[in-house]
């Protein structure tokens, strides 16, 4: 008899498989998903025990599910949710999976949110590693190191020695040309809309999504659905840009003062986007100049 929780979590990987067609993913992708699924599905023993005995590594040595998605089956496992699947539909609520962290009530996921701009587990884990915590009241050491904890059992992470080699960002410029080709494609109107269930009264199919590549790296991109956007007229303005499979993300804006004031810039990242400017082509910065 098959587990009923596997099928679950399948149900679950076909949906993203579907989602992700639906809205002219590749197709590569696509598959990879739904193989995922059937593997599950498949399975003689609760993938939850084995993610239990063995980690993600366990799930890694099942025939056809990587790394990406094996993340993605262990939040399925420990959340009993999948933020990809959630933005997908538009529905994300990335205050809401901030307060499933235990320690961070309502306020402090609003703060985080707002006021760091972060929408992510994986982002949540930077900052409490980083320091930016330190600088939201109510954080103490014991808070802190708790949700270290907790974070990095969810994510798998494995302790990495000290000054081991960080995980590599997609350069600026990589960033900056995926962010056009969004922009470009949502204002053609050639891109598939979902309709976000937040800040969407009247239930409007507004929000374009594209999926794209470069190189090895998929990308998720859309325009920023955030409480924070809405407040600041920046909803067709700020892009949000997912990668490795929605565990990374970097956010695209217009700059309004400075040096690059009119130019598109990576939130975090000015000094790179300062050279990326002084090197990059005339017609090139043309491109990446706000409409």
């Avoid at 005995?53 to 099942?62: T, Y």
Wanted: proline content about 3%; some cysteine.
């Amino acid at each position: 008899m098959r587990d009923e929780h596997n099928a679950a979590i399948a149900s679950r990987l076909d949906e993203v498989a579907n989602l992700l067609e639906e809205q002219g993913a590749n197709p590569y992708r696509v598959a990879a998903y739904r193989r995922a699924a059937e593997r599950i599905r498949m399975l003689d023993e609760p993938v939850a025990e084995i993610l239990h005995n063995e980690g993600l590594q366990g799930l890694m040595r099942l025939r056809g599910i990587g790394e990406s998605i094996a993340r993605s089956i262990q939040l399925l496992v420990v959340l009993g949710r999948l933020p990809m699947l959630e933005r997908l539909r538009g529905e994300s609520d990335p205050e809401a999976l901030l307060r499933s962290v235990p320690g961070i009530g309502r306020k402090l996921a609003e703060r985080f949110h707002d006021e760091l701009g972060i929408a992510s587990l994986v982002e949540l884990e930077a900052a409490a590693h980083d320091g930016r915590l330190h600088d939201i009241a109510g954080i103490g050491e014991k808070r802190l190191a708790g949700i270290r904890d907790v974070l990095a059992n969810r994510l798998g992470r494995v302790r990495e020695p000290a000054g081991s080699a960080a995980v590599e960002e997609p350069v600026v410029a990589e960033l900056l040309d995926v962010d056009r080709e969004y922009r470009e494609k949502a204002a053609a109107g050639v891109l598939h809309r979902i309709t976000p269930r937040r800040f969407n009264p009247t239930g409007k199919a507004w929000l374009s999504v594209l999926h794209t590549r470069r190189g090895t790296r998929e990308y998720t991109a859309l325009f920023s659905n955030s409480a924070r956007a809405h407040r600041k007229g920046r909803t067709r303005d700020w892009v949000v840009l997912y990668y490795d499979d929605g565990d990374r993300q970097s956010t695209v804006i217009t700059a309004t003062h400075g040096l690059l004031r009119g130019r598109r810039i990576v939130v975090g990242r000015l000094a790179e986007c300062e050279q990326y400017y002084e090197t990059v082509k005339p017609e090139a910065q043309t491109l990446a100049t706000a409409a």
